[in-house]
C-alpha cells in the first residue's frame, strides 16, 4: 500500500473476479434474476436504499452510464483509487464518515464522476461499491465544521452580549 491508500486496512472491495458489475448485478451470480423484479427483497434497511436502487435501474445495461460516486475520506485524502469502497448514494457516505461521538472528527466527503463499468457491488449492500477506474480527484460535498476553540467560543458569547446591550441602549433612545 502506498500513503495514498493506506487507509484502506484489509478488508478490499470487489472487482471483476469477486463481484458483478453495476451495469447488470446479476452477472457472475451475485444477485439473482429476480433483482430487478423484486428490489425490495433486498433492501438493507438504510433510507437510501430505493436511491440506490433507482440508480442501480437506470444502469441496467449500460455500461458507458456516467454516474457520481462519493466517500467518506479522511482530511488530507483527496483522490479516489483503484479498489476503493465507495457509496453511489451521497447520504450513505455523509453517514459513514460521522464520528459516534465527536462531530469535530467527522470525514469530509468527496465526490467523482465514473462509468458503470467502474464499479463492482459483493451482494452484502446496495451502498457499498468496489471501484476499478483510474484514479480521479475526488470533489469535498461536504466539509464538516471544526469544533471550536474556547477562546472561540468566548469571543462569540461577548459579540453577542455586546449586540444585545448596544440594542437595548438603541430601543432606549427611540
Given at each position: 500500500?502506498?500513503?495514498?491508500?493506506?487507509?484502506?486496512?484489509?478488508h478490499q472491495a470487489p472487482d471483476a473476479e469477486s463481484g458483478s458489475p453495476l451495469y447488470d448485478v446479476t452477472l457472475n451470480g451475485t444477485y439473482?434474476?429476480?433483482?430487478?423484479?423484486?428490489?425490495?427483497w433486498y433492501l438493507s434497511g438504510h433510507d437510501s436504499?430505493?436511491?440506490?436502487i433507482g440508480i442501480i435501474r437506470a444502469?441496467?445495461?449500460?455500461?458507458?452510464?456516467r454516474?457520481?460516486?462519493?466517500?467518506?475520506?479522511?482530511?488530507?485524502?483527496?483522490?479516489?483509487?483503484?479498489g476503493d469502497w465507495v457509496s453511489i448514494t451521497k447520504s450513505y457516505a455523509r453517514d459513514?464518515?460521522?464520528?459516534?461521538?465527536?462531530?469535530?472528527?467527522?470525514m469530509p466527503v468527496l465526490a467523482a464522476r465514473v462509468y458503470a463499468h467502474d464499479l463492482y457491488t459483493s451482494g452484502d449492500s446496495l451502498q457499498e461499491w468496489g471501484y476499478v477506474g483510474p484514479t480521479k480527484e475526488g470533489l469535498v460535498v461536504f466539509?464538516?465544521?471544526?469544533?471550536?476553540?474556547?477562546?472561540?467560543?468566548e469571543a462569540r458569547n461577548a459579540a453577542r452580549r455586546g449586540a444585545s446591550s448596544r440594542a437595548r441602549v438603541a430601543r432606549w433612545r427611540d
Open positions: 500500500m502506498s500513503d495514498d491508500d493506506d487507509y484502506r486496512m484489509s439473482p434474476r429476480d433483482f430487478y423484479d423484486r428490489p425490495d436504499d430505493w436511491e440506490a444502469s441496467l445495461n449500460k455500461p458507458d452510464r454516474l457520481w460516486i462519493y466517500r467518506a475520506a479522511p482530511r488530507g485524502v483527496r483522490n479516489f483509487n483503484t459513514h464518515g460521522r464520528h459516534p461521538t465527536d462531530t469535530s472528527q467527522d466539509r464538516p465544521r471544526k469544533k471550536p476553540t474556547e477562546e472561540q467560543i
